[in-house]
């Protein structure tokens, strides 16, 4: 009879098998974090972008000065804003513009926004001008 010298073959002392972790998965895979398709939940890039569009004033007296905000969550980096003020003058592409209206009327402005990855949100504000 022969025996050849093996980790837990032997006279007497027998090392239990190891337990496989947690972490592995046979083959010595680590298992997956996330179902195909899908990014992990703690992947910042994960969440979905949201926009809303805020603002300091939303009613006063021609010329009405108004400071707009885009508030923003989620999304992938670099963000493009744009901002349509309502009353026929050019865009802003600055997250949070100043805009000046000259003529009495109610205006509505609208923030879209859309980030590297494809995903855009969007939300509007209206302004009263007397």
Same mark, same amino acid.
Do not use: I
């Given at each position: 009879?022969?025996?050849?010298?093996?980790?837990?073959?032997?006279? $007497?002392?027998?090392? +239990? =098998?190891? &337990? +496989?972790?947690?972490? &592995?998965?046979?083959?010595?895979? =680590? =298992? =997956?974090?996330?179902?195909?398709?899908? /990014?992990?939940?703690?992947?910042?890039?994960?969440?979905? !972008?949201?926009? *809303?569009?805020?603002?300091?004033? #939303?009613?006063? /007296?021609?010329? !009405?000065?108004?400071?707009? /905000?885009?508030?923003?969550? $989620?999304?992938?980096?670099? !963000?493009?804003? &744009? *901002?349509?003020?309502?009353?026929?003058? +050019?865009?802003?592409?600055?997250?949070? +513009?100043?805009?000046?209206?000259?003529?009495?009327? /109610?205006?509505?402005? #609208? !923030?879209?926004?859309?980030?590297?990855?494809?995903?855009?949100?969007?939300?509007?504000?209206?302004?009263?001008?007397?």
């Amino acid at each position: 009879m022969l025996c050849v010298a093996l980790a837990g073959c032997g006279g $007497g002392e027998s090392t +239990p =098998p190891a &337990t +496989p972790s947690a972490t &592995t998965v046979p083959g010595g895979t =680590p =298992p =997956p974090t996330a179902a195909a398709g899908e /990014k992990a939940e703690d992947d910042e890039d994960s969440a979905p !972008l949201l926009a *809303w569009a805020d603002l300091d004033a #939303d009613e006063g /007296k021609a010329p !009405l000065t108004v400071q707009f /905000k885009a508030d923003v969550e $989620g999304g992938k980096a670099p !963000l493009k804003y &744009t *901002w349509k003020f309502g009353d026929g003058t +050019p865009d802003s592409s600055e997250p949070n +513009p100043k805009h000046t209206y000259e003529k009495a009327g /109610k205006y509505r402005a #609208d !923030l879209s926004v859309a980030d590297s990855g494809g995903d855009s949100d969007s939300d509007y504000v209206e302004v009263d001008v007397q």
